[in-house]
T-cell receptor
């Protein structure tokens, strides 16, 4: 079955530091990959996505590249801000049909705290 | 365009009771998925509905059920509540259940079972 593994957290950084959150996956078919962010007391917001190998998703200074050879989709940001403090989830969905309909498989989440 | 809405936002129930949660998808979205979020298990897929049909179901007991109406609104029901059902229940909608269509999430319903 499908699975997503994220780096252990929590991650604590100072403002303007470089961020990397590792994500690796196993999947059947040809998965699409996503990063979602969850702020306290809220639902999940899509941060970025990539639907095929070598695609780079980007949004709000965050980037992630779909690496099929290493089955990875690491999240990066060059300079984090206090407002980036949140929980980040890596997720995938596959086009294997049937049991994949409408189903996102999530990693366990990484808590990011950014200090001024 | 309005986002995904979920009602109620908070709910407190006691063991053995049943509960119904409601989700209104983004206008035009026909697929609705439900997830359970807990500190221990993380985000787990419950089920997905498309055009009033359940097309996919996660590994949850039969106490968890759902349905979708002709206007794409969806409800989920949990019967005979257990303490372990305390969680944030998230609903998400998408245009269709294609892997290329992202899911848009509501704010969730926080269920506490006492």
């Amino acid at each position: 079955g499908n699975s997503v593994t994220q780096m252990e957290g929590p991650v604590t950084l100072s403002e303007e530091a470089f961020l990397t959150i590792n994500c690796t996956y196993t999947a059947t078919g040809y998965p699409s990959l996503f990063w979602y962010v969850q702020y306290p007391g809220e639902g999940l917001q899509l941060l970025l996505k990539a639907t095929k190998a070598d695609d780079k998703g980007s949004n709000k200074g965050f980037e992630a590249t779909y690496r099929k050879e290493t089955t990875s989709f690491h999240l990066e940001k060059g300079s984090v801000q206090v407002s980036d403090s949140a929980v980040y989830f890596c997720a995938l969905t596959s086009n294997a049909g049937g049991t994949s309909y409408g189903k996102l498989t999530f990693g366990q989440g990484t808590i990011l705290t950014v200090h001024p | 365009k309005a986002g995904v809405t979920q009602t109620p936002r908070y709910l407190i129930k006691t063991r053995g009771q049943q509960v119904t949660l409601s989700c209104s998808p983004i206008s035009g979205h026909r697929s609705v998925s439900w997830y359970q979020q807990t500190p221990g298990q993380g985000l787990q897929f419950l089920f997905e509905y498309f055009s009033e049909t359940q097309r996919n179901k996660g590994n949850f007991p039969g106490r968890f059920s759902g349905r979708q109406f002709s206007n794409s609104r969806s409800e989920m029901n949990v019967s005979t509540l257990e303490l372990g059902d305390s969680a944030l229940y998230l609903c998400a909608s998408s245009l269709e259940a294609s892997p290329y269509n992202e899911q848009f999430f509501g704010p969730g319903t926080r269920l506490t079972v006492l």
